[in-house]
């Protein structure tokens, strides 16, 4: 009978295999380390018959092992040990890989938890070490013996399938956390970002994406992207041509309209890959521009690029508190703008103001200035605070020059346009000042204080118009630059300054009257200002005889710099007619003295212009060749092929104000071309072949009249 | 008692050992001291609650061959139930279920008696 109950080698190799087996299947269902090694450890104690074990499992990053698993062994023991894959037995594991029959004493750490025999194997990644199985104590009914080799074979099969197990827990593991990291960074990051799939259909899309579409996840996954982006032709465009081409598309500034919310945004469409490169969908980066633009846009109205940048960078910069440092501070200020202010309309001093501020601001921010306040009509800037450069004093002198350069044209332009010149005076100084964000948390403004910003006050004040005045520290830092010329002043005396302060004007290049300017400056006044009705004195007309002038004056050899007065006095010669057509040629002179006058034109050619619009009245009086040629000029097509044109186009305008029939209208052209004549020798060889041809053709048409046989 | 025998008690007759743990070597020898007890007292039927012993090595199983080949020898019987199923498996495996047998409750273990 007992005989029939010997557990036989049979039925313990069959237990064995069965559980191998079962081990196998099983071990693959486990989705948490912690429970797949506790069961690897339980299963190799049960099959093997140990009485206890342990697994020793990687620290991420070291070569340290700590418990994974333990069974049927006070763990307290091993506390405080290092489980070192270099050392001892578990360093020969590593190094043979294989399971290994110990018997424990002496000084193993193993021999600490009073067992005798132990049995372990390797748990490996490819060929990295990633933990061991102890087994200990291989259990009999005669006590406690050594493991077998056959125990090392079965452990090692075990653990070769619990390595496997293992990794793929760890691989599941690591896919999880990285996708868990990355959905966190997608939901984390402002910039927008959705995927689609190879069917288009958008399958991920994070929190700014949602917020710049305008729409919740659940109404975007799913959707293909037409179909979200379905107002949005351009987008679907980008996409579908990174679809097809494989390419990666950058746009900016696209305007994205998405259920009534409208976001400026920057766009990136790149091709999703697989590992064999092949195309699995789109990836969309969209960066919302507008509220980084709001920023922007508003603080650009007051300090440059460079400083709006930098505050961007920086926030610390926009903390209360300051620093002494040296800079130069600009002060600029409108001669006799409140006299000025009083002649205009409300409107008229905001569009005046405005008009010129933006002209100087522009110049300030080219020269990185910091537009520290506009008081009224004046401005303060700041070179070299908060961040100083080596060049902050030129910047501040370039900028007054250009400043005041740029008004001879704004001027220009208004004088044409009958408004007062802007006047300014400039003062410059350097020195220490205290800069800062400086005001409450509510409301704060980065800006200078000190003596040295009362100074730069003071010396504008001092300034007359057109003038720049800088103090003698700005002069010592830019006079070895040879563009800078200056003039040394008699010391003023400047309030809150004991003893008179050294000053010197900066000298800057005052360009002569310009023509050019003076010409587009008139030509768009004309363009503005002449009646819409006219149908001749057009400015078609006025082109075409500044034009004729050109040709007419060159013909006759007339120098260059006189031909630039003869245009100047065709640009000029109607512009009467704005105001009275009846007497344009007085009203037109009348104007063009004071603008000319204004803007310092030569005394003596103001009088030669105004004698060249005079002569231009009917019956023409030139009395120089200059005027001759205006005259000619301005009767010019009487001789030419598109006579008719012109003449259809003055019939037009006189039936503005008078009936006339077409045979008044050709007696009036026969009177006026028999009593004309070209004044110029190259007029009357150029054009009085033609305009007899004109003049017989006319005169035939009269007749015709007289005789019955005309049709019109 | 050992930590292993988590209880026992007796009904209709019946000796119930509620094991907890390893059987093994240590396991097996606290179930047959107590088994070897109750023999000496008369007592030959035994169940095993085997609910909180989740593995069992050979050694555990040839104790309970031995206790099995002793309980014969009186006319006495042993029973398991709340097995788990790798336990049942070893049981089965081991050739421990032609002599004994595994009911799935105490109440058919105990109306089977």
Known sequence: MSAEFNINDLQQKYLELETLLDLTNELNSFDQISILLQEILVKSCGVLNASSGLILIEDENSDVLHIGADFNVDISVLKGLIFNKRKGIISEINETRKALNIQLEGDSFLSKTGCKYGLIAPLLDKKNLVGIVILFDKESRQGLSPFQESDANMLSAIAT??????????????????????????????????????????????????????????EVIGNHYEYVFESNEYINQLISKCELETITISESQILLDCNGKSTTVNISVSPLLNDSNEPIGSVVAMEDLSNLDKLKSTFKKYVSKQIVDQLLENEDMLNLGGQEQDATILFSDIRGFTAMSEKMTPNEVVETLNDYFNLMIEIIFKYNGTLDKIIGDALMVIYGAPNATDRDTENAVLTAIEMQEKLIEFNQNRIINLKEPIKIGIGINRGKVISGNIGSKQQMNFTVIGDSVNLASRLCS??????????????????????????????????????PIDIREILYYRPPFNYNLAYSKIENYLVNNLPQNYTYHTIEHIRDVVDQVEKIAKREKIEKELIADLKLAAWLHDIGYIWEPNRHEARGVEYATAILNEMKFPKSKISLIAGMIMATKIPQSPKNHFEEIICDADLDYLGREDYDKNSDSLLQEIRINREITNKEWLEIQESFLLKHHYHTGSSKKLRNKNKNIILKKIQDKIKSYKNGTSRT | MSDFIKSTKESNGIIIIETEGYLNNVGGEAISAIVYEKITSGNTKFLINMAGTKIVNSIGVSILIEIIEKLQEVNGKIGYYNLAPIVAKTFNIMGLTKYSTVYDSEENAINGF
Do not use: C
């Open chain 1, 462 to 499: 001092v300034a007359a118009s057109d003038e720049i005045i800088v103090s003698d520290a700005v002069w010592k830092k830019i006079r070895l630059n040879k563009i800078f010329k200056s003039k040394k002043l008699n010391p003023v005396k400047v309030k809150g300054k004991a003893k």
């Open chain 1, 161 to 218: 399938q619990a390595s496997v197990a293992y990794n793929n827990i760890k691989l599941i593991e690591n896919i999880k956390e990285a996708k868990t990291f990355n959905d966190n960074v997608m939901q984390s990051i402002v910039t927008g970002v959705f995927t689609t799939n190879l069917m288009g259909e958008i399958n991920h899309i994070n929190r700014a994406a949602t917020n710049i579409i305008n729409l919740n996840r659940e």
